[in-house]
């Protein structure tokens, strides 16, 4: 709650942080209350009571008015918590970090954030990785060379190798085990059931064999010891750690499209306010209606509708579309849109996630997170595949300990029920089909493919034909020189090149492309005077004693210059794909198409 006594006072509306300077303030039962705007300061004097009774609401409450449901969450709740959710089950959703009762996986947040920093978890792998990698190797060389070499006394070696695999087993692979025991606690049992019990087994056996080899029957003597596999334990830890860091690499770069989608939106907008002036401000300070003006080169930042001037907006990080879309009062905008030539003013309609970027951004997330009727089989056939496994590991326990050879048989069944809890670990199986998933949403969202679930995916194979409704999807997205055709009397040269050299002052696609042309034909080209612009119609001015004018057909109809005998020939063209203009020189129709 604000006071009028602090320096830093917080806004009871929106919860922004405003200064006692700010011109926006108002009276009420004795005390003085501070606003970021002149709409929360509206939103205040026609209800106080409200917001005095109840701790101001974050920013993204009252900037972005966002509706939290369960399939459309932005990076942060109501409360500015961010909400984490399960790559393999996205059902489970918390707020704060950990793991999935179910598989175990780390959440990771619903929407990554732009300027996240590099995965907790992966920077946490890596260390225990790499830290403990040598003693694996240390461990693994005695097991099986250190006999041969006769480095150490047998009995003395496996104090060593229980030493060394103590950080091992305890520090690099507790997470492992923690997740193993989640397992059994949530009764859901996973890949990290088996690894936890494989791995557990082995090293506890051996520690019991290092620190009390007596309780042991003579026949688990081997080479004057019992025989010990911390080994195992090692090596299983330390390819489970490498395998966990390649997925999570992986993972990470599944986030890539999202993050370049979010890169697209600008980070501040222009505000124009009530007395006129204007003030750069963050986007999520942005409130619905308020004036914002755009200038050349710009993004668009929100979707709203033009109130003032008019100029060509480029769409084609929505629509794929190269050429840019004439805007004028009363059409609509998309935010991350981006302004090409012409000032507007517009009036904001749509901010923070309700946005169409955020939209699809949220629909990316979304799909990625969706189950294809694939996984859902598989996530099925996993859980029961780990209880067959243990079944299975538990009878060859047995089997070999009853019915072993003699001297060893315990040994053996220790061994072989922890390699069948080890190889038959189902790991591909349960993380295959949502990696893939992942990885071609991402990759779709990067070419701007969209796709709405998971479902939509493997559908996609039964598919043999494609229906394209634009031109635009299936170009190289930007418009090339076709050719000329010149009018009676006139040399296609020379048309090309006055039409080029007209084009020198505009920025639109379509002249770039004529002037690329003129260069590749290696022609001379001339600086233009008088150069004007119309907004989606073309352009005029002077190139030497020659008036040109070079453009659509409404250009040339606002001239006086009649194209009627040229409809026919220009709809052909235009049913080719191509983008027909006209040049006037000295008032007389010299044709020109692209």
């Keep these: 709650m604000a006071q009028a006594t ?7 509306v929106c919860g922004m942080t ?6 926006y303030h108002e009276e009420f039962k004795g005390k003085t209350y501070f606003f970021c705007s002149d709409k929360c300061q509206s939103k205040f004097h026609s209800s106080p009571v409200q917001y005095i009774a109840k701790p101001a609401t974050t920013t993204a409450d009252a900037h972005t008015q966002h509706h939290q449901t369960v399939q459309h969450v932005n990076a942060a709740s109501t409360t500015g918590t961010t909400i984490y959710t399960c790559p393999m089950h996205p059902e489970i959703r918390q707020d704060h970090p950990g793991n999935c009762p179910k598989c175990g996986m780390t959440l990771e947040p619903l929407i990554p954030e732009l300027e996240e920093d590099e995965n907790p978890e ?18 693994t060389f005695l097991a099986m060379f250190g006999h041969q070499m006769n ?3 047998m009995a003395v070696q496996s104090w060593i190798e229980l030493v060394l695999s103590l950080p091992i087993v305890l520090w690099a692979g507790w997470p492992f085990f923690s997740r193993g025991w989640q397992s059994v606690v949530n009764r859901s049992p996973n890949m990290w059931t088996l690894i936890g019990l494989g791995t557990g087994a082995a090293f506890i056996y051996s520690v019991v064999a290092t620190i009390a080899p007596q309780i042991f029957p003579d026949s688990f003597i081997s080479m004057g010891r019992v025989a010990v596999y911390f080994e195992a334990s090692a090596v299983i830890i330390s390819l489970t750690l490498l395998g966990q860091i390649l997925e999570l690499k992986a993972r990470s770069q599944t986030s890539a499209a999202i993050k370049s989608l979010l890169g697209l939106a ?4 222009r505000r124009i306010l009530p007395d006129g002036t204007e003030e750069d401000v963050p986007l999520t300070h942005v409130h619905v209606g308020d004036l914002l003006r755009i200038r050349p080169g710009e993004k668009v930042p929100v979707d709203g509708v033009i109130t003032e001037g008019s100029s060509s907006v480029d769409e084609s990080m929505l629509t794929g579309e190269p050429l840019p879309i004439t805007k004028r009062i009363g059409d609509k905008v998309i935010g991350a849109t981006l302004n090409t030539n012409g000032s507007l003013i517009m009036r904001s309609e ?3 996630s309700s946005t169409m970027l955020s939209q699809i951004v949220q629909m990316v997330a979304q799909a ?22 243990v079944t299975i590991a538990l009878l060859t326990f047995f089997g070999w300990g009853l019915f072993g050879p003699e001297e060893s048989s315990w040994v053996y069944a220790l061994i072989n029920a922890v390699a069948v809890l ?5 790991c591909a199986l349960g993380l295959a089909t949502p990696m893939s998933i992942m990885v071609a949403t991402g990759q779709g969202a990067t070419h701007g493919v969209l796709f709405r679930d998971a479902a939509a995916i493997e559908n996609l194979r039964k598919i043999d034909t494609l229906i394209i409704d634009k031109t635009g999807t299936l170009t190289e997205g930007r418009p090339v020189f076709d050719r000329v055709v010149a009018a009676s009397g006139f040399d296609e040269s020379e048309v090309l090149r006055l039409a080029a050299s007209l084009d020198q002052g505009s920025e639109h696609p379509l002249a770039e492309a004529i002037v690329n042309a003129a260069h590749e034909r290696g022609l001379s080209l001339e600086t233009p005077d008088n150069f004007e612009s119309g907004s989606g119609i073309g352009v005029r001015g002077q190139v030497g004693d020659r008036q040109l004018a070079l453009g659509n057909t409404a250009l040339m109809e606002q001239l006086g210059i009649s194209v009627q005998s040229l409809i026919p020939q220009a709809e052909e063209l235009r049913s080719e794909g191509a983008s027909v203009m006209h040049l006037a020189m000295n008032g007389e129709l010299a044709r020109y198409n692209l």
């Design 350 to 352: 749509k901010i923070g």
């Design 18 to 23: 405003v200064t006692e300077e700010s011109k």
């Design 6 to 12: 602090t320096d830093v006072l917080k806004d009871p």
């Design 266 to 269: 600008p980070k501040t907008a």
């Design 151 to 153: 480095l150490f006394n």
């Design 368 to 389: 990625q997170r969706s189950r294809a009727p694939m996984q859902r089989m598989a996530d099925q056939v996993a859980g029961w595949f780990v209880m067959a496994v």
């Design 422 to 426: 080890i190889i038959a670990c189902p």
């Design 122 to 139: 992966l920077r946490d792998f890596r260390r225990r990785f790499w830290w403990t990698l040598p003693l694996t190797i240390i461990v």
